[in-house]
């Protein structure tokens, strides 16, 4: 199987790369990305061939997906600051180019990357399934983005039934080495001071109610992984367990929980925002509190995953890698 995947050298394209690596089925990978790793870069960034192209500007992707027998859409601008015009270019406009160079190029099966942002709020602390409603946080530019994509693969489904197209629909995902990367995207400019704190969060200001999953990016490309050998179609979530209290979110992150009012909380992080000081606004928080939890049945029934990396260990183990500025050969991934 010749596979492509976009967004390689990021989080979960390095836990997919890892996971690709030497295994059965798998006869050669095509990594795109908008930088590459240097040469002599470490696995799993070496038994790749690697192709650098911006989505959100690049021409025709067709020549690249010629040839593949699958191709895996990773790329994707978390968080976009105060750019919110280059963040669409390469969410939404990137995404487009991508399904559409998979039809042209006849590609067989397409596994996106989407999110639980997806998902309509849902503040009732039981979990939904893949068939819960699908319209998004509309205050969070990247839950609208993310439904966008969904909303193209439904209409390129419909017109081309011969394409078989897998969503993977994770919440917030972590490993330890995109511990730096992680921080940057949080914190901006403030990022090295991770260092000098440890990575301890003193104080986390959230509303008594919220409660967050995670999950290990590991566990993510093993779900990825067996939907792309089972050629699996529609959507699974994937997450971590148990789910985080804000009292155990804080604890983890070596400080203690402020119950705060989520109207102050986020008040407090767009004022934060717009000064400049760090990249997330308050819409960060209405995905905190609106996003539903997730039921993974489907992914265990059908494709046999089960998530090997507790979540309270996966939090663990990205603070204390942040703490001592882990990092990769990516330029993604590099350390502070």
């Known amino acids: ?55 959100g500007t690049a021409g ?59 998902y309509s709020p849902h503040r009732a602390r039981t979990a939904v399934t893949e068939d819960w409603p699908r319209r998004g946080v509309r205050t969070s530019a990247y839950s609208r983005d993310k439904v966008d994509v969904e909303d193209l693969l439904d209409r390129v489904e419909a017109e081309h039934p011969e394409l078989r197209v897998a969503r993977i629909r994770p919440p917030a995902v972590l490993q330890p080495a995109a511990a730096s990367e ?39 490309a093993d779900l990825a992984g067996r939907a792309l050998l089972a050629r699996a179609t529609g959507a699974f979530n994937v997450a971590g367990e148990p789910h985080l209290s804000p009292v155990l979110l804080a604890r983890l992150l070596g400080g203690h929980h402020l119950p705060m009012p989520a109207t102050t909380a986020r008040a407090m992080l767009t004022g934060a925002w717009r000064l400049r000081l760090q990249p997330l606004d308050g819409s960060w928080l209405d995905l905190v509190l609106d996003t539903p939890l997730l039921d993974c049945t489907r992914a265990r029934d059908e494709l046999g995953w089960r998530p090997e990396y507790d979540a309270r260990l996966t939090v663990l183990a990205t603070r204390h890698a942040a703490a001592g500025s882990a990092g990769t050969h990516s330029p993604r991934l590099r350390p502070l």
């Open 1 to 55: 199987m010749r596979v492509v995947v976009t967004g390689a050298s990021g989080n979960i394209g390095t836990a997919l790369l890892r996971w690709l690596d030497g295994r059965a089925g798998i006869g050669s990978v095509v990594a795109l990305a908008r930088h590459a790793p240097p040469a002599g870069a470490e696995t799993p960034y070496a038994r790749v061939s690697w192709v650098e192209r911006d989505l």
């Open 60 to 118: 025709d992707l067709a020549e690249v997906f010629s040839g593949a027998d699958a191709v895996v859409h990773l790329a994707w601008d978390i968080v976009p600051g105060h750019h919110r015009a280059a963040h669409t270019r390469t969410n939404r406009e990137g995404s487009r180019r991508v399904v559409d160079a998979v039809v042209r190029a006849g590609v067989p099966q397409l596994v996106h990357l989407s999110s639980a942002a997806v």
């Open 182 to 220: 992680i921080a940057r995207m949080m914190l901006g400019r403030a990022a090295p001071l991770v260092r000098v704190a440890r990575a301890r969060v003193p104080l986390l200001p959230l509303p008594p109610g919220a409660v967050v999953q995670v999950v290990a990016a590991d566990d993510v």
